[in-house]
């Protein structure tokens, strides 16, 4: 179907995802965890609204001039004709990525209130989503399934508007400076940030620059501090392991890069604003 071209930069690139479900007017595709899969960095724009969902921390997504990292447990929405795409080759990839028709979406925007609106903030992924888009790819399409999916999906949409547009906050970032050096480090960090010894100043040395002058370019490419970033990228990783019951708080402050669960908590409440347990339940149930 058309509607999946745009999931990817080109036709090669659909090969990347595991699984790919389509109607007329709505797909999802996903790459799953467990494929060890890794993918190029890429820029495109297109006609229709996508929403992104990291499974695995994405190291740096690109949106509007604009560089982010791809935070497990949060939707990246992308409004029609918006540049986008991720910057750090071969990174393992696990992804869940949503395509809606933009007459179709807008149309929805409308019937639930929020015509003329546009997503211009990411927005956490409720447990309600995550389990339809669960069902949505469990139909078989077969024996009555797409008038399931057809039900499914508009389920999907009401979701993504209702959570998308119901802030109104705009956190558009301005366009950021290019820095080759800060992208080679942003891998560098994320390849490294398990290790609770690791440093800013260990980042600006292996870079070649002074800690504050690396400080003062990498807020310059990712408007973020260093500091900030890196623990978000470790928290990223601590979301995604949430997911497993037999970790306790403790283990996963260690295997997400903290040196103690007081730190990851403090870290957890100030950019989450919520404690990793109530985010635990919540989310991750």
């Not at 970790?247 to 870290?267: D, H, M, P, V, Y």
Request: hydrophobic share 35%; proline share 4%; charged share 30%.
């Amino acid at each position: 179907m058309d509607i999946e071209k745009n999931h990817a930069l080109n036709e090669e690139d659909l090969k990347q995802y595991d699984r790919i479900s389509s109607l007329p007017l709505f797909s999802i595709a996903e790459v799953k965890e467990e494929s060890e899969k890794s993918i190029p960095s890429f820029h495109h724009k297109h006609e229709a609204y996508e929403f992104i969902l990291p499974v695995l921390t994405i190291p740096a997504l690109h949106y509007d001039k604009a560089n982010y990292p791809g935070e497990v447990g949060y939707v990246y929405p992308v409004n029609p004709n918006v540049e986008h795409g991720i910057f750090i080759d071969d990174n393992k990839c696990a992804v869940i990525s949503i395509v809606v028709d933009k007459g179709y979406l807008d149309n929805k925007k409308e019937e639930y209130g929020y015509k003329g609106k546009y997503f211009y903030t990411r927005y956490l992924a409720s447990k309600t989503l995550r389990e339809l888009i669960n069902q949505y790819m469990d139909v078989d399409d077969s024996d009555g399934g797409l008038s399931s999916k057809d039900y499914l999906s508009d389920l999907i949409i009401k979701e993504l508007i209702i959570d998308g547009l119901a802030t109104g906050e705009d956190n558009r970032r301005r366009k950021m400076q290019h820095s080759p050096k800060v992208k080679e480090a942003l891998k560098y960090m994320f390849d490294n940030s398990s290790d609770p010894n690791l440093t800013i100043e260990d980042v600006a040395k292996w870079s070649g620059y002074s800690t504050a002058y690396f400080t003062k370019a990498f807020k310059a490419f990712m408007d973020d501090t260093p500091i900030n970033h890196l623990n978000k990228i470790r928290l990223s990783k601590a979301k995604h392991l949430f997911f497993n019951k037999e970790l306790t708080l403790s283990e996963i402050a260690k295997k997400s890069g903290f040196k103690n669960t007081s730190t990851f908590t403090e870290s957890f409440k100030r950019i989450m604003k919520m404690y990793p347990k109530e985010y635990r339940k919540l989310y991750c149930n």
